[in-house]
């Protein structure tokens, strides 16, 4: 009779109360988040301008709080780039936000984590606001200004440098506050999605015990563990998937042979936007002891999606799912955490190239291959 009540009693609930003291008029309010790898979104109508959460944040979770003034709707609001929203992290505990007309302004109180997270953007607050002005500055130039390019490559080495500036400043914070959760925050961006271990390890090994041995810590840690067994010069880990038809496909059955590994999904535009250069990649050298292994992120239930995106695209080489969406077991085993990504293996199973996209690819193919085969 008593296992409920103590389950419940150690249940990490946090309780997110808001006011917006100006806002009398109907208006909604959402929460979004991302919780076991699925999207949550919550939301609650405003009264006399408040506003109630309350949920389970077993570890830290970032948010969003979104506003919506004029009952838009939730569609609208994620498109606009006036949409009055707030950045928090959601934790145990109770977390207070107050403001007056706008959420976005809102001050944070009750929660020692999003203490520390506004330091932290505040911490990064110029290079953050060089970069979002380079963002809109190009969002609000006219369709054919967006397509010149001269105006591209300014913003660009203007982004590029404030970038610079972020990730130097990411850096410092990391050796001045080793036990905050947002270097470990700050680790992981600076890190993106293809791991450098030689770079980021020692960098890692460098926070505080208790920030290594948390939950955010050790995930990360196996993300490096990842990084190290699918770095160049690795013999590329072993995995078998189902094909299109559900019959088994190992990538051992492929040892003699050139592969490309490549993740990608019917719902990933980047990706459908590259499948034109690995096709050609493919005609080209396919006859010269090359070929590619798609391995897809498609959702569950959306075979036909993924079979229908294999032949719009004119993709001919085999093609490997789970169909488990971000949990496809070899996109975990690969540590895959954007998309597309690709892993260039040779005869024996050793990586010898990745993420070659565009030219790159080309290069790289013609480079093993192409020479070797004109001998």
């Avoid at 929460?31 to 944040?57: H, I, M, P, W």
């Avoid at 929660?111 to 963002?135: G, I, R």
């Avoid at 897809?296 to 789970?322: C, F, R, V």
């Amino acid at each position: 009779m008593l296992a409920p009540a103590i389950v419940s009693a150690q249940t990490p609930e946090f309780t997110l109360k808001g006011m917006l003291t100006n806002e009398q008029q109907p208006a909604k309010v959402y929460l979004t988040y991302r919780l076991d790898g699925k999207n949550v979104l919550d939301s609650t109508v405003l009264n006399k301008g408040a506003f109630q959460f309350k949920g389970t944040a077993v570890k830290p979770i970032k948010a969003k709080l979104i506003v919506d003034h004029k009952l838009e709707g939730i569609a609208k609001l994620s498109r606009s780039e006036n949409a009055d929203v707030l950045d928090l992290y959601l934790e145990k505990g109770l977390i207070n936000v107050n403001a007056k007309d706008l959420v976005e302004q809102a001050s944070i109180s009750g929660s020692k984590l999003n203490q520390e997270f506004l330091a932290y953007q505040a911490y990064l607050s110029a290079a953050q606001k060089a970069m979002d002005a380079v963002d809109k500055e190009y969002a609000a130039a006219p369709a054919e200004k967006q397509k010149d390019e001269a105006f591209r490559k300014e913003l660009t080495a203007r982004y590029q440098k404030a970038a610079a500036e972020k990730k130097a400043l990411q850096n410092k914070f990391i050796k001045e506050k080793p036990a905050s959760y947002f270097s470990l925050v700050a680790l992981t961006e600076i890190s993106g999605s293809s791991i450098d271990v030689n770079t980021v390890e020692p960098i890692f090994k460098g926070l505080s015990a208790d920030l290594q041995k948390s939950d955010a810590g050790v995930a990360f840690a196996k993300q490096i563990e990842s990084a190290r067994a699918t770095s160049i010069g690795a013999m590329a880990p072993e995995f078998t998937q189902n094909d299109v038809n559900d019959k088994p496909v190992s990538l051992a059955s492929f040892k003699g042979k050139y592969v490309l590994i490549d993740f990608w999904a019917s719902w990933c535009g980047p990706c459908r936007a590259e499948n034109p250069n690995v096709v050609d990649a493919y005609n080209q050298y396919k006859d010269k002891n090359f070929t590619v292994l798609g391995i897809s992120l498609d959702n569950p239930g959306k075979k036909e999606a993924w079979l229908g995106a294999i032949e719009k695209d004119n993709l001919k080489w085999t093609q490997l799912s789970d169909l488990n969406g971000w949990s496809n077991a070899v996109a975990k085993q690969y540590g895959i955490r954007s998309i597309p990504q690709n892993f260039l293996v040779d005869p024996n199973g050793k990586i010898i190239g990745k993420n070659l996209r565009g030219e790159e690819l080309h290069k790289k193919l013609k480079e093993i291959i192409g020479a070797g085969a004109s001998k």
